[in-house]
């Protein structure tokens, strides 16, 4: 039996400073064995960079996933080349893409691959994920599969975990910040929720600040959005594995908030 908790995305500073603080003992708590963090808004202005990473993984993470976000800081392209566990969406395009959207964690006892794909419904176009996914699974030869699938649909999230039900171990959806309600075992035992959740601000709106997204969808102004500062949660989905057969026997919503700020304890 392994667990494999699932980190929703880390947003900005704040979301660091909480997946610091809250991850180890996390992993303590619910002895887990492998750490996935989607890290694609964990730097500045919605994007990660090198030393955001480090970060991610100084705080406990095997494998940092991405999504939409992940070519924005140019900066973090020849680290996605070099480092096996830094992955972007695997069909974000076919050729010419840095870096890599499959990784396998290796521990001897099992073998572990995490896959990471993007939606295409409400999303910049990418290769079909349901075909990208059936090419990768052809490859492989471990039961043990986790796919992070960072998708602005439900519709398109919860068709891909049916899709792939009883196929990959478990399908966690990224991206929307907000933890559903839907954390299931599929009929053929695969783990599967529509969306982990955001690590990140609690009073914002997807981490952004309020006000400035009230005012944009009000008055359709452009406007910079700002990341919102306070105190966090960090969102997440405990996985349990059966590592022979590569089934999932279950699975469990985290949502942890940080202990409340006190003036200079940032
Ligand atoms: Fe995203």
Same mark, same amino acid.
């Given at each position: 039996m392994i667990r494999v908790l699932c980190v929703g995305d880390v947003s900005g500073d704040d979301g660091i400073r909480c997946l610091k603080r809250l991850l180890p003992g996390l992993k303590r708590e619910f002895s887990v064995d492998v750490t996935l963090v989607n890290g694609e808004n964990a730097g500045k202005q919605n994007s990660l960079s090198p030393e955001t990473a480090r970060q991610i993984y100084e705080a406990g993470a095997d494998v940092i996933t991405g999504g939409n976000?992940?070519?924005? @800081?140019? &900066?973090?392209r020849e680290m996605l080349e070099t480092?096996?566990?830094?992955?972007?969406? &695997? @069909?974000? %395009?076919?050729?010419?893409?840095? %870096?890599? %959207?499959v990784t396998l964690v290796d521990r001897g006892r099992y073998r572990l691959v995490v896959v990471n794909l993007i939606g295409v419904t409400y999303m910049n176009? &990418?290769? @079909?994920p349901f075909y990208a996914l059936d090419e990768i699974l052809e490859a492989l030869d471990t039961p043990l599969v986790v796919v992070d699938f960072h998708a602005e649909a439900t519709g398109e999230k919860r068709a891909m975990g049916f899709a792939f039900d009883g196929k990959v171990s478990a399908l966690f959806g990224t991206h929307t910040h907000v933890q559903t309600a839907d954390a299931q075992i599929l009929p053929g035992q695969t783990g599967y929720i529509t969306d982990v959740g955001m690590t990140g601000v609690v009073d914002s709106v997807l981490g952004v600040k309020k006000e400035i997204i009230i005012s944009w969808m009000k008055d359709h102004l452009p406007a910079k959005f700002t990341l919102e500062e306070g105190n966090s949660a960090l969102c997440g989905v405990l996985f349990t594995l059966d590592e022979k057969t590569g089934r999932c026997l279950e699975v469990q919503t985290i949502r942890r908030e940080e202990p409340l700020r006190r003036e200079g304890n940032r």
């Open positions: 976000h992940t070519f924005r @800081n140019p &900066a973090l480092d096996p566990c830094l992955l972007r969406p &695997a @069909n974000w %395009g076919k050729k010419g893409v840095p %870096g890599r %959207g176009p &990418a290769e @079909n």
